[in-house]
Each structure stands twice: as C-alpha cells, then as structure tokens.
C-alpha cells in the first residue's frame, strides 16, 4: 500500500466517522434533522469527490472542512465539559466528530505531500 493510498484510506475513515457519528445523532435527537442533513450532504459530497478524482483541490477543500469540524468539535467538547450536567452522549459523539476532524485534516494533508506527481515544494 502506498503512502498516498493510506493517506487517501485516513481521510476517508475520517469521513465515514463523521457519518456514522451523524447518523447516532439523527437516531438518538430528531431535533438535529437539519443539522444531519447538511453534514451528510457535505460528507458524502466530499467523500465521493476525493476518493474518485484524488485531486489536490478535493483534498485542499477536505483539509479547509476538516479543520472547519475539528475547530468546531473541539468548542463543543470544551462547552460540554465546562456545563454543569454533563451529557456523556453528547460528549462522545462530540469526541467522535473531533477525532473525524483530525483524521480528515491529517490524512487530507498527508494526500497532499504526497500525491503521485507532486512535488513537496508544491504541496
């Protein structure tokens, strides 16, 4: 397997993550619809894009959103950690999508370096 192709599978277990975390939420709090739907729309859209063209404008657009999510995981966590009650549903899935996050951001970057015909100059 090469380094890219791992780099490719890391980015993509990122998104699934992401989507099954997704789908918990849509499963366990159907107050969420909205935001579970647009979260797989993107997912899924991503996913799809990076895994059939392994462009480095996918994989730039796959970093810029996995950064985006795990910014976005990482506030959530601290919120629910610093709230009074604290929701231990609520909390693993936020640790879920924060870990989707980094998978998407490190494998994306990984991709990037090291893209067949790339040069790390260029990335």
């Known amino acids: ?66 950064v985006l999510l795990a910014l976005q995981s990482a506030a959530y966590l601290a919120a629910d950690i610093a709230g009074s009650p604290v929701d231990a549903r609520v909390l693993t899935l936020d640790l879920v999508s924060l870990v989707a996050g980094l998978a998407i951001v490190v494998g994306s970057g990984w991709a990037l370096r090291s893209r067949p015909g790339a040069s790390v100059a260029a990335a």
């Open 1 to 66: 397997m090469t380094t890219f192709t791992k780099a490719l599978n890391l980015a993509s277990g990122g998104w699934a993550l992401y989507l099954v975390g997704l789908a918990v939420v849509l499963a366990t709090d159907h107050g969420e619809v909205g935001y579970v739907a647009v979260g797989a729309v993107i997912a899924v859209a991503v996913l799809t894009w990076t895994r059939r063209t392994s462009s480095r404008t996918s994989f730039g657009v796959s970093l810029v959103l996995g």
